[in-house]
C-alpha cells in the first residue's frame, strides 16, 4: 500500500460552516490531488499539488481553497461549505497515471 | 475538448461468462491510457498502464488493449470477486487526468 490516510472519513456539517479535508501520504510523492466523486460524473479533479507550496486547479475548484506546507500533507478547505459540496472527496499521491488514492471522506452539507 | 466515455454504464455477468468493457476517448496526442478497478467504499486502484495503439497488458483474468481511439479491458471467465467499478483515464495536458464515469461490473455465481 502507498500509505495514503484522509481524515475525517466522514463529516456532516452545516451549509455556510468552514471544513477542512486533510490527505497525508508517506511515500514521498511530489504530486498530490484531491478529487470529488458524484454519482454521474465520477472522479473530478478540484486541485492538485505539484511540490511544497506548489498548487493549481483542476476543474471543479470553485469554493475550494489547499495548501502544502509539507510534503506528505494536502489540505483541502472549503471556506463556507454549501449543499452542491455534498460529495465524497477522495485524495491521490502518485505520478500522473499511477496514483495512489486515500479511502475517501464523506461530507454531507445540510 | 478531451473526453472519455466508458461503455457500458452496468454489466452483469455469470461467473464464467467472458466479456469486454469499452473506454474511447478523444485526445489530442494521447500520452497514455490508465485502467482503474473501484470497489464500493474504497478509493480507486490502478491497474494498468497503455502507451500506444497494440499494446496489451495482462493481470490475472484481465486484459486491457488500446487502439487509436479506444480501448478495451477483456475479462476472461470473471469470478464473483472481480465485481467492482472499472474506470479509465486520460492525460489532460501535463499534471491532471480526466477520468470516464465508469463501468459498474457485477459477476454473480
Known amino acids: 500500500d502507498a500509505g495514503i490516510t484522509q481524515s475525517p472519513r466522514h463529516k456532516v456539517t452545516e451549509t455556510g460552516t468552514p471544513v477542512t479535508l486533510r490527505c497525508h501520504q508517506t511515500e514521498n510523492h511530489r504530486y498530490m490531488y484531491w478529487y470529488r466523486q458524484d454519482p454521474g460524473h465520477g472522479l473530478r479533479l478540484i486541485h492538485y499539488?505539484?511540490?511544497?507550496?506548489?498548487?493549481d486547479k483542476g476543474e471543479v475548484s470553485d469554493g475550494y481553497s489547499v495548501s502544502r506546507s509539507k510534503t506528505e500533507d494536502f489540505l483541502l478547505t472549503l471556506e463556507s461549505a454549501t449543499s452542491s459540496q455534498t460529495s465524497v472527496y477522495f485524495c491521490?499521491?502518485?505520478?500522473?497515471?499511477?496514483?495512489?488514492f486515500g479511502p475517501g471522506t464523506r461530507l454531507t452539507v445540510l | 475538448e478531451d473526453q472519455v466515455t466508458q461503455s457500458p454504464e452496468a454489466l452483469r455477468l455469470q461467473e464464467g461468462e467472458s466479456s469486454s468493457l469499452n473506454c474511447s476517448y478523444t485526445v489530442s496526442g494521447l500520452r497514455g491510457l490508465f485502467w482503474y478497478r473501484q470497489d464500493p467504499g474504497k478509493g480507486p486502484e490502478f491497474l494498468f498502464t497503455?502507451?500506444?495503439a497494440g499494446e496489451e497488458k495482462e493481470k490475472e483474468r484481465l486484459k486491457a488493449t488500446l487502439t487509436k481511439k479506444e480501448s478495451f479491458l477483456h475479462i476472461t471467465a470473471p469470478k464473483p470477486e472481480d465485481s467492482a467499478t472499472y474506470l479509465c483515464?486520460?492525460?489532460?495536458?501535463?499534471?491532471?487526468?480526466?477520468f470516464g464515469t465508469g463501468t459498474r461490473l457485477q459477476v454473480f455465481p
Open positions: 491521490a499521491s502518485g505520478s500522473l497515471g499511477e496514483q495512489f
Open positions: 497503455l502507451y500506444s
Open positions: 499539488s505539484y511540490g511544497v507550496k506548489d498548487t
Open positions: 483515464a486520460v492525460p489532460h495536458g501535463t499534471d491532471k487526468l480526466i
